[in-house]
């Protein structure tokens, strides 16, 4: 989950839900597409104290 994803949580939750705003259906799109291990993404998120939402399709 490196390259061009942000490293601090709130801009990267800002970058993650941009993406999944204007260019992908679910989270796991997202991440095939991006080369992103899902889990690695879902416990950085949490421990920010930020889930996924599937009905959303963000995180909050």
Do not use: H
């Not at 601090?8 to 992103?36: G, H």
Request: charged letters at 30%.
């Amino acid at each position: 989950m490196e390259g061009e994803m942000p490293k601090d949580p709130m801009m990267l939750m800002s970058f993650i839900n941009m993406k999944l705003r204007d260019f992908y259906p679910t989270l796991d799109a997202l991440c095939d597409d991006m080369d992103v291990d899902r889990q690695e993404l879902e416990n950085k998120m949490a421990e920010a104290g930020l889930e996924y939402n599937a009905a959303a399709n963000k995180f909050w």
